[in-house]
C-alpha cells in the first residue's frame, strides 16, 4: 500500500477535525457567556426588587405616621436617593436610578408613583406604585 496516495485524506481529516473542534469551543463559550449574562440579569432584577419592597414598607410607614398630613412636595428624588423631608427612605443600588416622581394626597388617597430606571434592562418596568387610603 502506498502512504503516498493517502496525503489528501489525511490533511482532510486534520481539517474536518479542527473545524469541528472550533465549532464546538464555540457553541461551548456562547453558552457560557449566556448563562453569564442572564445570571446578572436575575442579580440585578433581584436588587431592584429589594428596592421596591423597600420603598414601599418605608411609604407604608410614612403614610400610616402622617396620614392627612403626608405632603408630596416632601417627597423628592436625588438620582439614587429616596427621601420624605429629611429622613432617607431608600438609597437604591447601583444598577437604578430614582426617576421623576408622581404623588398626590386628595380626599384621603395617597397615591405616589416612582419609575426606578435600570439601563441593563431597559424593556422591563421597575415602577413604585403606591396607594393607600386613610
Do not use: H
Not at 20 to 25: K, V
Not at 31 to 50: A, P, Q, R, S, Y
Not at 57 to 81: G, V
Amino acid at each position: 500500500m502506498d502512504w503516498s496516495d493517502r496525503r489528501g485524506y489525511l490533511l482532510v481529516e486534520i481539517v474536518l477535525a479542527s473545524v469541528i473542534a472550533f465549532g464546538i469551543a464555540y457553541f461551548i463559550i456562547t453558552m457560557t457567556i449566556d448563562v453569564k449574562n442572564k445570571n446578572e440579569d436575575l442579580i440585578v432584577e433581584t436588587t431592584v426588587n429589594t428596592d421596591k419592597t423597600i420603598i414601599m414598607n418605608k411609604l407604608m410607614k410614612l403614610a400610616k405616621e402622617e396620614k392627612e398630613n403626608f405632603d408630596c412636595a416632601k417627597l423628592s428624588a436625588n438620582n439614587q436617593s429616596l427621601k420624605y423631608d429629611t429622613e432617607t427612605v431608600d438609597f437604591v443600588s447601583t444598577y437604578a436610578t430614582v426617576g421623576d416622581i408622581s404623588c398626590t394626597n386628595t380626599d384621603g388617597n395617597i397615591k405616589v408613583e416612582i419609575p426606578l430606571e435600570v439601563k441593563q434592562m431597559g424593556d422591563v418596568s421597575f415602577t413604585v406604585n403606591f396607594k393607600y387610603r386613610y
